[in-house]
């Protein structure tokens, strides 16, 4: 039987990893600071899940196949199915999610879902591959969804994210779970988000034209750390109001914008790939950056 739980560790980091899911649910330093949100209820349950075969809502939970509409739930089924654990050591393991009955009543496509763990000093890899083990086009999106505290260990006074490159393209907000249709100035000033609980007031802060694929979060006083994502071209930043937690969310694809009712496979922000290609997806959390 699959255990309920991985856990990893060097001198560097201490990592726990739950099967339901393949969810970071611990990532805690040497000095025993906790880096990742705690899944209070009270606020949000999630802590680190993971958003396969779509990224966001589509209008009334249902994306459209072949003119038939078949019901998604947001940020589609990945975290809410249990992984099988394919391989483990005590700093790396990889757990599997494939379709089956269930998964095809939703989402009617083939596929495997391989998530590697590995630790390398103070630096955490996630690399998350999609394999199309079906004989037509799979289209799909993916994205990580880290919650990390707010305020960080240690950390007083205002927190920021800084940004690898000035960005400056206009974003987007959330309409009931939908992309809006109107873009609004970008908050971020030159490389640096001064973060505020008013910034999230409308809920996700959706950055679709992203230049940068790496961002520091930090505090005075207090320890930081970097998200790099090579392959993501897009990052959501969410938080729940008085929730001590911050999502950074690199993302291929976001919500379905407000509107569309087409195919899944013509969404925005939705790929595809080709009867017995691969893609990898990777992420890393460097503590102390």
């Known amino acids: 039987m699959t255990p309920d739980s991985i856990a990893l ?4 980091l201490e990592i726990e990893i739950a099967a339901q899911g393949a969810e970071l649910i611990r990532l805690r ?3 025993g600071h906790d880096f990742l949100w705690n899944g209070d209820p009270q606020f ?3 802590r680190a899940p993971l958003l396969f075969p779509m990224v966001g809502r589509a209008a009334a939970d249902r994306i459209k196949v072949g003119g038939r509409n078949y019901p998604l739930p947001q940020h589609g089924f990945a975290r809410r199915r249990r992984f099988g654990i394919v391989l483990a050591t005590p700093t790396t393991c990889v757990l599997r999610l494939e379709d089956d009955e269930e998964t095809r009543a939703a989402f009617p496509y083939r596929f495997r879902l391989d998530v590697a763990f ?3 000093g103070p630096t955490l890899g996630i690399a998350a591959t999609v394999s199309n083990t079906g004989d037509a086009p799979l289209p799909y999106s993916f994205g990580f969804h880290p919650a990390f505290r707010w305020p960080l260990p240690g ?3 205002a927190h920021e994210l800084v940004f690898e490159h000035d960005e400056t393209a206009p974003i987007r907000l959330l309409d009931d779970g939908l992309l809006a249709p109107e873009a609004v100035p970008n908050p971020v000033a030159g490389k640096r988000l001064r973060l505020k609980p ?3 007031a409308r809920g996700a802060l959706v950055f679709d034209r992203l230049a940068s694929r790496r961002v520091v979060y930090r505090a005075p006083g207090g320890p930081s ?7 993501m071209p897009h990052l959501g930043l969410w938080t729940k109001p008085g929730a001590p937690f911050l999502c950074i969310e690199p993302w291929q694809g976001f919500a379905a914008p407000v509107g569309f009712d087409g195919e899944f496979a013509g969404r925005p ?4 790939l080709a009867p017995g290609a691969r893609r990898v997806f990777a992420m890393e959390i460097d503590v102390g950056a």
């Not at 750390?225 to 392959?231: G, K, M, N, R, T």
């Not at 922000?269 to 595809?272: C, D, E, K, L, M």
């Open 269 to 272: 922000g939705v790929v595809s």
């Open 118 to 120: 590995e630790l390398r």
């Open 225 to 231: 750390l970097a998200v790099a994502f090579p392959d």
């Open 9 to 12: 560790a060097n001198d560097r």
């Open 44 to 46: 949000w349950s999630g």
């Open 198 to 200: 008013d910034l999230f």
């Open 29 to 31: 330093d040497a000095a």
């Open 155 to 157: 950390g007083e006074g």
